[in-house]
T-cell receptor, first 107, second 114 residues
């Protein structure tokens, strides 16, 4: 089956720093989504991005489907950005998830 | 507009018992999917329902089952609970059953099996 790998597994930032999270996947997929899980367990959809680049405020994402990877950029990080970031690829409506990048932003 | 509602938020059960979890999707959403999240395995797809029919199923034993009602509310049932079933169970709803329909997650039900 499709494998999804995320890196780095853990990341600690000072408030205001920028970061790049990576998601590699092993096969062609219908779609890719990025999610943020806050410390209370709530999963929020950040981007639906099968290919190309999208931006939403301080966050942006780029997926290069032909090379099977996606990047999530966080600029000017804030403490509220803390949590776990997951990428998930759509395999015929079965989402296959990476293990996530755990981000801690310190004030 | 109310979000996805999962009940109960927390459950403690004993090995061998069964449990039923409930998920009410966002009003108008007809697709409901379920996921299990554990520290060791991460997030794993359980099943998805659309218009009261199971459309997809993950690789879980038959002890895990679900259903969807005519009002799109969904329940999942786990019978003969095992310690390894302890997890956060997340439900997501979407408007329709297509890859392009974004998922909206509930806050989850945390199940502890002792």
């Amino acid at each position: 089956g499709i494998q999804v790998e995320q890196s780095p597994p853990d990341l600690i930032l000072q408030e205001g720093a920028n970061s790049t999270l990576r998601c590699n996947f092993s096969d062609s997929v219908n779609n890719l989504q990025w999610f943020h899980q806050n410390p209370w367990g709530q999963l929020i959809n950040l981007f639906y991005i099968p290919s190309g680049t999208k931006q939403n405020g301080r966050l942006s994402a780029t997926t290069v489907a032909t090379e099977r990877y996606s990047l999530l950029y966080i600029s000017s990080s804030q403490t509220t950005d803390s949590g776990v970031y997951f990428c998930a690829v759509d395999n015929n409506r079965k989402l296959i998830w990476g293990l996530g990048t755990s981000l801690a932003v310190n004030p | 507009k109310a979000g996805v509602t999962q009940t109960p938020r927390y459950l403690i059960k004993t090995r061998g018992q069964q449990v039923t979890l409930s998920c009410s999707p966002i009003s108008g959403h007809r697709s409901v999917s379920w996921y299990q999240q554990t520290p060791g395995q991460g997030l794993q797809f359980l099943f998805e329902y659309f218009s009261e029919t199971q459309r997809n199923k993950g690789n879980f034993p038959g002890r895990f089952s679900g259903r969807q009602f005519s009002n799109s509310r969904s329940e999942m049932n786990v019978s003969t609970l095992e310690l390894g079933d302890s997890a956060l169970y997340l439900c997501a709803s979407s408007l329709v059953w297509t890859p392009n329909s974004p998922l909206h997650f509930g806050n989850g039900t945390r199940l502890t099996v002792t």
